[in-house]
């Protein structure tokens, strides 16, 4: 289990990670993943669900990335700022996941 930065609008999950992720490189080749809650260190908090995923791009990510900045507020902005410090390797990219039908 990886922790990551999420945000939920309807039955719509957001999930921000770094483009060369592990996270990413699965989705690109598979759309079904599992969710559920952990701890900042990835330990589980409870049972995960089944979903289906999709890269976000041009408006979608900026939307998702708005909710992110809401939700998490300077924390999240902080953390912006070091991935744009790390230039290429801090870029970042957008998810998305609803639950698997």
Not at 17 to 25: E, L, P, Q, R
Not at 26 to 44: E, H, I, T, V
Not at 77 to 86: A, H, Q, S, V
Not at 90 to 97: I, K, P, V
């Amino acid at each position: 289990i990886t922790p990551v930065w999420v945000a939920r609008a309807g039955n719509q999950i957001y999930v921000m990670t770094i483009a060369d992720s592990g996270k990413v490189k699965r989705l690109r080749n598979n759309p079904q993943a599992s969710l559920g809650p952990s701890d900042a260190r990835g330990k589980p908090l409870g049972g995960q669900i089944r979903v289906a995923g999709r890269l976000l791009a041009g408006a979608e990510a900026q939307a998702a990335n708005d909710m992110l900045n809401k939700k998490y507020g300077l924390i999240k902005r902080g953390f912006d700022l070091f991935l744009k410090l790390r230039g290429s390797k801090g870029r970042q990219e957008f998810l998305a996941f609803e639950a698997a039908a």
